[in-house]
């Protein structure tokens, strides 16, 4: 069975950095892509950015170059984002998502963490 | 960016009735065009993929049809389990981007 396990809700300063993780099983890591997703509270969703769980090759939506950086471990089957410079803005539900090819769909989707950017 | 509009924002809709929300693209997205169900406090869930391929183990009720710029899904006969909030996904381009959602209740 697929299983992508998400960390635990943060609360965070304004400032500070968060580094997420999703961790999967059921399935051949190095084989898929996973990519991150943000929904703030009653809105719309937003493409992040993804990484390929073989080569640690990463694409990333421009908007959020400098704000998000996605890395892998493939020895625990694990993707991680880290989100740098928190401000409120960052204040969201984030999903890992996984995909089987570079333009693929989502068949799989992590619960979500929900990130708190509060003083 | 593609932005992708949904429509209606908010639908209400009896028990077996047939039920049709709408996606439309702001250029041609050639088919690559996704929906996902998300129920309240829940991760996303893909139903429809490529316009019109149903996922695994997702009911014949759901279906998807389009081309170009405008896209349909239908559902043939609402049941209460289908409350949940619909959303369209283009693959076309990146980067991918999500319409704002139809919130879709019981009458």
């Known amino acids: 069975e697929v299983q992508l396990q998400q960390s635990g809700a943060e609360l965070v300063k304004p400032g500070a950095s968060v580094k997420l993780s999703c961790k999967t099983s059921?399935?051949?890591?190095?084989?898929?892509?996973m990519s991150w997703l943000k929904q703030m509270p009653g809105q719309n969703i937003e493409w992040i950015g993804n990484i390929y769980g073989g080569n640690g090759g990463t694409g990333y939506n421009q908007k959020f170059k400098g704000k998000a950086t996605l890395t892998v471990d493939k020895s625990s089957s694990t993707a991680y984002m880290d989100l740098s410079s928190l401000t409120s803005e960052d204040s969201a539900v984030y999903f890992c998502?996984?995909?089987?090819?570079?333009?693929?769909?989502?068949?799989?989707w992590g619960p979500g963490t929900m990130v708190t950017v509060s003083s | 960016d593609i932005q992708m509009t949904q429509s209606p924002s908010f639908l209400s809709a009896s028990v077996g009735e047939r039920v049709t929300l709408s996606c439309r693209a702001s250029?041609?997205?050639?088919?690559?065009l996704d929906w996902y169900q998300q129920k309240l406090g829940e991760a996303p869930k893909l139903l429809i993929y490529?316009?019109?391929n149903l996922h695994t183990g997702i009911p014949s009720r759901f279906s998807g049809s389009g081309s170009g710029t405008d896209y349909t899904l239908t559902i043939s006969s609402l049941q209460p389990e289908d409350v949940a909030t619909y959303f369209c996904l283009q693959r076309n381009s990146w980067p991918w981007t999500f319409g704002g959602g139809t919130k879709l209740e019981l009458k």
């Open positions: 250029q041609n997205i050639n088919k690559y």
């Open positions: 998502a996984r995909h089987r090819a570079p333009l693929g769909y989502f068949d799989f």
């Open positions: 059921g399935y051949t890591f190095s084989n898929y892509y």
């Open positions: 490529n316009t019109n």
